[in-house]
């Protein structure tokens, strides 16, 4: 990169601040110095973008990549192939959207002489953050990938950061260095690791992006005694790759492709309208966890038996092959046609959720809450000593 291109990151990078803090995500002066002067382009390999068809000048090509580079784009780095080799690649590392990092990262409430441990190393860039806003000698990170981590090695160290990275599995934390006053993953889980909890010192906090297939919170949480944490959510959303505890594989342990269930398809009417279901992100976060194991939602054409034609609808299967379909146009009396198959009639359990839903005044995200500790673990709403809980995880670990 020519001397004129490296000098102009630095103005991507202080109108990416600009951009962040506008819209109220960047709201401190030291998470603004470290967006300001950590060079994002130097953790992202420049073939992991593609530019802009119709540049045909090398300043152009690099302007464009410097342009997505300092964008608030997450940007994907890496793809594996799941063994088989049936599924498509899917994404293994990413360098996540700026605002959604500061924003974790302004929510992590990190002091002075704070010791933070990242699950979830990927590039490296959101470690040099930490760096340098902490100092790289109380900054730990880990991934399950050696190939990763030792890249964002050469690409700290060219900055002159040196916070501890680790290759191994970023379920069992890093133990030799802790313990941690905080600990950010920068990946999902389905529930929080007991050894991430036993890591914090008493009175530290983690936050975590607990989720299942459809969609997902990220919780502070705080350790109140030696085994136990406890927290609200913050937000929902943020749905970062899944945990992984083998390189080879872009999924989770236990997860494996669905085999649809043909046996026990049943035909009815609904009054709830499919399109009610599809359009509510907060009414999707309650009926997952009333759905433990609900592996898709997804607007699609499905086919109607009755007029024998596909039609625009809304699909549902679970991880134990139950099915549901529901048409989005009503018929003549302003019902849905609804069609269920598998060993659970998952509209049913749409219909009674959404139900509670509006009985509980459409619950927000931030009504939500997590506890977690070495023999239980649960989802809350509105108190964790009310009657209103569900158990973690929300898919098979």
Not at 192 to 214: K, S, Y
Not at 226 to 240: K, L, P, Y
Not at 364 to 377: E, K, L, W
């Amino acid at each position: 990169m020519t001397s004129h291109q490296a000098i102009r990151w630095q103005e991507r990078a202080a109108a990416l601040a600009d951009n962040l803090a506008g819209r109220g995500i960047l709201r401190s002066e030291v998470w603004r110095a470290a967006v300001e002067q950590t060079p994002r382009h130097v953790f992202i390999p420049a073939d992991t973008i593609t530019t802009e068809a119709g540049s045909d000048a090398e300043s152009s090509d690099a302007d464009t990549w410097l342009d997505k580079v300092y964008s608030d784009s997450t940007l994907i780095v890496q793809r594996r192939r799941a063994p088989g080799g049936k599924l498509a690649s899917l994404p293994t590392s990413s360098s996540t959207m700026p605002s959604l990092m500061i924003e974790m990262l302004e929510a992590l409430d990190v002091h002075d002489g704070h010791r933070v441990l990242e699950i979830g190393t990927g590039t490296g860039y959101n470690a040099a953050l930490l760096a340098h806003r902490l100092g790289g000698e109380n900054v730990v990170s880990i991934d399950i990938d050696l190939n990763l981590t030792e890249a964002a090695r050469r690409r700290l160290k060219e900055l002159g950061s040196y916070p501890t990275l680790v290759a191994g599995d970023g379920l069992t934390g890093v133990p030799g260095r802790g313990p941690y006053d905080r600990i950010i993953a920068t990946c999902a889980v389905p529930q929080i690791p007991v050894a991430w909890i036993e890591q914090l010192v008493p009175g530290g906090a983690m936050l975590v992006n607990v989720r299942g297939h459809i969609v997902g919170v990220l919780c502070f949480l705080v350790k109140k005694d030696d085994n136990e944490v406890i927290g609200h959510a913050i937000r929902s959303g943020g749905d970062f790759m899944w945990l992984r505890q083998k390189l080879e594989n872009p999924l989770r342990a236990s997860e494996s492709p669905v085999r649809i269930g043909a046996k026990n398809v049943t035909r009815s009417l609904t009054e709830l309208s499919p399109a009610t279901v599809r359009d509510s992100r907060d009414f999707v976060l309650l009926l997952q966890l009333g759905l433990p194991g609900l592996r898709m939602i997804c607007a699609t054409d499905v086919f109607d038996p009755v007029e024998k034609r596909n039609r625009p609808g809304l699909l549902l299967y679970a991880e134990d092959g139950s099915h549901a379909q529901a048409i989005i146009e009503p018929e003549n009396d302003g019902q849905h046609r609804v069609i269920q198959g598998g060993s659970r009639r998952l509209w049913d359990t749409v219909e009674t959720t959404h139900k509670m839903w509006a009985r509980l005044a459409n619950p927000a995200p931030h009504r939500f809450g997590v506890v977690a500790n070495q023999t239980v673990q649960f989802v809350w709403l509105d108190s964790d000593m009310d009657w209103l809980r569900w158990p973690l995880p929300l898919v098979q670990p």
